[in-house]
């Protein structure tokens, strides 16, 4: 019972990241960035090349944070800067052009086979008051927590945190107060897709390495910041908790083929009767 | 009259097909097409017209596939013909469903609960083997047959197929152009407004997802007769992801355009000969290329080219010339209504309207009498806009209530006040702008004749005849207002001034008894706001009764016969401009207590 709370949890801190990663684009763009889960694909997958090349793990995971950092800001001039005048719905088109695109790249380069990424930890297990849990997992969790903390620390309490907030809620304001919309746009995609890196980095151990986990993670992300309410980033932790506990949860005790049919049957549920979620933004238009 | 003669040209065209494309291969494909062209068409109901993003028709697809399987597999071609209409319904009927929701959702909001429902069917179709057989899939599906006659091979399915999609497209043009189209796009371009003008958002919403998926499941049973083989693979999510990209590149809102992008993307891969991932790869990357640099689709594309180089230029380039014109034209008045003139129409009693903590409007009392124009004024803030939007029903009262021509309409919907005959205008513009002048102001006509949907579909005689009848009442609207020369006109190109004004032609349209102006003077200079008074006086010669919500203390002077001042929610004064102008209350609400003082002063040194 411990282990599958465990299990859950830690699968619930990555959707948290995902999902938190996806609502910080979305807060200063409104955009639907429908290629997030291919982000955190992409830097899984850069993590495995740098490992393989024999780095000592830290500075894989370093380089993947930069490789991460430069795509992050690449993929805003290309895909986001045209569209910022456009419809919401041109940009998640155009991302979901680019999802696409980014799995078969992933396949023409790393191949099709699923791939094993070494776990940076000798044993394969610890003992935690008498529950026998993964080291992956708590590393999971404790790393999230970590990330909060530091997002949280940026957010509220520098400058630029200010500054990207300012821009999130208001980008006309923003720009009157002399701060530089495009830039801080351009720095939000930056942090989100080093998160995404994080998210990958974190997921490659416990998973097998393949084009397709993308698509997972960010359908459930989706669902995790529709239950915190879209919008919020508490929301989006605490929503990605959430389902990974309810999606771990519901394949033990209910029924494991049909867990993503639950998942989303409740997400069109929450939708229709509880669409505000946890902590979100109001929904009806304004007159 | 080049129409007809296109359109014989690309029937001739579309009947020689099989003759032309002798491999059975390239025939095979032309039949996909022609099924993925029917999907991409119903796709384009809703996103195009109605403007609702589904990222779920994959699964209505698989629905219509799937029916038609089980209903017909290893039995006679014959049971087609029911299987077909059974799986328009039933995955209608899955449509509707989805349409409830989408009822409460906007934007991201359903893109994420149509994305929901195609991975439950993905799902499903996976999962529920004692049905679908799971990845088995169903095979031995027979051609459809009509006992003496089998559809069997490529060619006579291609008939059978082109035939349905021409049906199909034919009854999506005549919805496109018909009064429920201009709805749709009402409801597309500006939701709030659409309601307040008379239209029954929920119902046609709802409609139009039922419309979408009876096509869907249509193409899908097409799909699984013409592959004889079904398995779940086929209907995941990145078919509609491509089916949303054949309607995006082939062109968006557009009657061809869907088509077009399935031909295209039916036959791009074969065309390209490389490998599947490099072939997706440039697909992606396609897909993300065209909505940055061609918006309108291939279509868009064409039609600018056409431009540039036939056409020359079109009327809708031309610069706006005679912007300035400022003699009303001598114009009909619209039928007079009988007026019981100096009764109460618009009542208000005890109206209260909270947002959390704000008191927005507090215990309010208000009349509006046949056949006068009753200003509303007060400071910022005061509540005016409130009052309105309660009034127009698009918020409900906290408590209180408010009855129009007798009849409650406390917390009614929108489209059911409209009904009775309350009009109103908006303080920030909110025109249907993707839509002509015309357009725009037929959004608001009624006609006591109204067909149905199926009068419309079936363009019957009835169907015809109302929709002259609409034509003449938004003329003579127009008319009305003096902007029948801008009548075809796309509005976002009209200036200011007359984008409101079309506003208003589209409030008088409905033959109001009431017509709440909301701030019609904001953002215009001293002479537009002359002309704007000849306007409102005008109305009421026709037989309305105005309410007017204005800052423009000279305009509310001229023209009301009462005014009532707000201030916080509350009612402060009322009565007519004279008496407003002298009272104390009012000044220190506007002005604030030590300026009343200090005028007072002046007055008596």
């Known amino acids: 019972m411990a282990q599958v709370f465990a299990t859950g949890l830690a699968m619930g801190c990555i959707y948290a990241l995902v999902g938190l990663s996806f609502i910080l684009i979305y807060n200063a763009t409104h955009g639907l960035n429908f290629a997030h889960g291919e982000l955190v694909m992409l830097s899984a997958f850069v993590f495995y090349s740098a490992i393989s090349t024999g780095a000592p793990y830290w500075a894989a995971v370093l380089m993947t944070f930069a490789a991460m950092a430069a795509f992050g800001a690449v993929y805003q001039r290309l895909l986001f800067f045209p569209l910022r005048d456009r419809p919401m719905l041109a940009f998640v088109i155009a991302t979901i052009g680019f999802s696409i695109f980014a799995r078969n790249l992933a396949l023409l380069v790393w191949g099709p086979n699923p791939l094993r990424v070494p776990s940076a930890f000798s044993s394969s297990s610890v003992n935690l008051l008498g529950v026998v849990l993964a080291p992956e997992q708590l590393f999971i969790v404790a790393i999230t927590i970590c990330v909060l903390v530091a997002q949280y620390a940026v957010f509220f309490h520098t400058d630029i945190g200010r500054r990207l907030r300012a821009t999130a809620q208001n980008v006309e304001m923003a720009q009157l107060m002399g701060i530089r919309p495009n830039r801080m746009i351009a720095i939000t995609f930056v942090v989100s897709a080093v998160l995404c890196g994080i998210a990958g980095v974190l997921v490659a151990p416990i998973f097998l390495v393949d084009t397709d986990i993308g698509l997972n993670l960010i359908l459930k992300a989706f669902i995790a910041v529709i239950i915190g309410g879209f919008g919020s980033l508490p929301g989006a932790v605490v929503g990605g908790i959430v389902v990974g506990l309810l999606e771990i949860f519901v394949a033990v005790f209910i029924s494991s083929v049909y867990k993503d049919a639950i998942c989303f049957s409740l997400l069109i549920f929450l939708l229709i009767v509880f669409p505000q979620g946890i902590f979100g933004e109001r929904v009806a238009e304004k007159a | ?605």
């Open chain 2, 1 to 605: 009259m080049r129409r007809p003669a296109i359109m014989l040209m690309l029937f001739v065209i579309a009947l020689a097909v099989p003759l032309v494309v002798s491999s059975n291969y390239y025939l095979r494909l032309v039949n996909l097409a022609l099924v993925f062209g029917l999907l991409a068409v119903s796709l384009n109901v809703v996103l195009g017209y109605a403007g609702q993003l589904s990222l779920g028709h994959a699964g209505l697809f698989g629905i219509g596939a799937y029916v038609t399987a089980l209903m017909t597999a290893g039995h006679s071609g014959v049971l087609f013909w029911p299987a077909f209409l059974l799986s328009g319904l039933l995955t209608g009927v899955v449509g509707l469903l989805i349409g409830f929701p989408a009822l409460r959702l906007k934007g991201h909001y359903l893109a994420l609960a149509t994305l929901g429902f195609g991975e439950i069917m993905r799902n499903l179709f996976f999962n529920w083997r004692e049905v679908t057989h799971g990845m088995d899939g169903i095979g031995n599906i027979p051609p459809p047959s009509l006992g003496f006659f089998a559809f069997t091979g490529d060619t006579r399915f291609y008939y059978l197929g082109l035939l349905m999609l021409a049906i199909a497209m034919l009854l999506v043009y005549r919805l496109e152009r018909s009064k429920y189209g201009r709805m749709l796009a009402a409801i597309r371009d500006a939701e709030l407004a659409a309601g307040v003008v008379g239209v029954n958002v929920p119902r046609l919403k709802v409609t139009a997802f039922f419309i979408s998926a009876v096509l869907a499941g249509c193409a899908g049973s097409l799909y699984a007769d013409l592959s004889s083989f079904i398995s779940p693979d086929v209907f995941v999510f990145d078919v509609s992801a491509q089916v949303l990209s054949m309607v995006l590149i082939g062109g968006i809102g557009t009657t061809w355009g869907p088509v077009l992008g399935a031909v295209v993307l039916t036959f791009l891969p074969e065309m390209l000969r490389i490998s599947k991932s490099y072939y997706q790869l440039i697909y992606g990357a396609g897909i993300a290329a065209m909505i940055i640099f061609f918006p309108g689709g291939l279509l868009g594309m064409a039609k600018t080219c056409w431009r540039l180089l036939i056409a020359k230029k079109s009327a809708d380039d031309e610069p706006y010339a005679d912007a300035e014109a400022s003699v009303l034209p001598q114009i009909e008045v619209l039928p007079r209504r009988t007026t019981a003139s100096g009764s109460a129409l618009l009542v208000a009693e005890g109206v209260t309207m909270r947002f959390g903590g704000l008191v927005a409007l507090n215990d309010l009392a208000l009349d509006v009498r046949e056949g006068e124009i009753h200003a509303l004024i007060g400071p910022n803030g005061s509540g005016k806009s409130t009052f309105i939007n309660v009034a127009s029903g698009i918020y409900t009262p906290t408590s209180g209530r408010i009855s129009f021509a007798d009849s409650s309409i406390t917390g009614s919907k929108p489209w059911l006040i409209a009904g009775l005959g309350l009009a109103r205008t908006f303080q920030n513009l909110r025109l249907f702008h993707s839509l002509s002048v015309i357009e725009n102001v037929l959004v608001g006509c009624r006609t006591s004749a109204a067909s149905g949907w199926f009068g419309v579909l079936a363009s019957t005689a009835k169907a015809r005849s109302e929709n002259i009848e609409l034509q003449r009442m938004a003329e003579e609207a127009l008319n009305f207002v003096g902007l029948s020369r801008f009548r075809d006109r796309p509005i976002r190109t009209l200036p200011h001034e007359q984008q409101r004004i079309v506003e208003v032609a589209r409030a008088i349209a409905m033959r109001p008894r009431l017509i709440m102006l909301d701030e019609p003077a904001a953002g215009m200079n001293p002479a537009e706001v002359d002309r704007l008074i000849e306007r409102i006086k005008r109305l009421r010669e026709a037989g309305m009764t105005i309410l007017l919500v204005e800052h423009n203390m000279p305009l509310v002077m001229k023209v009301a016969d009462r005014i009532t001042v707000l201030n916080h929610g509350r009612k402060i004064a009322e009565g007519d401009p004279s008496s407003i102008r002298d009272n104390p209350e009012v000044i220190e609400a506007y002005l604030g207590h030590s300026t009343r003082k200090r005028l007072l002063q002046h007055a008596t040194s």
